[in-house]
Every structure is written in structure tokens, then in C-alpha cells.
């Protein structure tokens, strides 16, 4: 299993970037995925959920009508568009997928066991 995340980097609060996040290894399309993040100093926290068929999609609550995470099945790749950033959006970002405890919503950690590297977002003026 392999993740290649790309997209990262610095913009000025307001600005927007995309995540992409490349599968290989499994069969993606048959798997729930997830956006989470990490900022300095705290825990990893969810950001977006999207189920394999694109049938339920949530958001954290610090994250919900910026972020639009997607999925292309046919090129094994996930996104996350990311609009008005703010300071607050600064923290590692990963892209996971769900290997337990999957039928419904989960934003549980421990039921990820795939996990990409991590690509750094920061936003500063």
C-alpha cells in the first residue's frame, strides 16, 4: 500500500490550495477514505470523510463549507480543495484509509490503517 500526497505549501489566509493524494497497492475504489490533520504540538484530527460509492460525505465542524474533499476512482486519487484558508488551517495533512469498523461514518483513528505521509499546509500573511 502507497500514498503519494502532493498539493501542500504556504498561502496567505483567505487563499486556497488542493490536496491530492495518489493510491496504490489496494483496490481503492472499494475503500471509505479520510483527510485528517495535525498542527503542532496536538493531536491528528479528522477533516473530511468520503465513503467508496461518494453516497455520504462529512466534515469537521472547524472545516465544513471551505473544504471539499472528492475522489476520482478511475485515476486511485483523493482531494481535498481547501478555500478561505486560515492560520488555524496550518498542520500536517494526511490522507487515510479505513480498514475497520467502515460501514458507517468513522472518524476514528485506529479504525485508519493505511495512512499517507503527510504534506504540510501553512497559512501566514
Known amino acids: 500500500v502507497q500514498f503519494v500526497e502532493s498539493g501542500g505549501g504556504l498561502v496567505q489566509p483567505g487563499g486556497s490550495l488542493r490536496l491530492s493524494c495518489a493510491a496504490s497497492?489496494?483496490?481503492?475504489?472499494?475503500?471509505?477514505m479520510s483527510w485528517f490533520r495535525q498542527a503542532p504540538g496536538k493531536e491528528r484530527e479528522f477533516v473530511a470523510y468520503?465513503?467508496?460509492?461518494?453516497?455520504?460525505?462529512v466534515y469537521s465542524d472547524s472545516v465544513k463549507g471551505r473544504f471539499t474533499i472528492s475522489r476520482d476512482n478511475g485515476k486511485n486519487t483523493l482531494y481535498l480543495q481547501m478555500d478561505n484558508l486560515k492560520p488555524e488551517d496550518t498542520a500536517v495533512y494526511f490522507c487515510?484509509?479505513?480498514?475497520?469498523?467502515?460501514?458507517?461514518?468513522?472518524?476514528?483513528?485506529?479504525?485508519?490503517?493505511?495512512w499517507g505521509q503527510g504534506t504540510q499546509v501553512t497559512v501566514s500573511a
Open positions: 487515510a484509509a479505513c480498514t475497520k469498523e467502515c460501514m458507517d461514518f468513522t472518524s476514528e483513528l485506529s479504525n485508519y490503517g493505511y
Open positions: 468520503i465513503d467508496a460509492l461518494v453516497s455520504n460525505i
Open positions: 497497492g489496494f483496490t481503492f475504489r472499494n475503500y471509505v
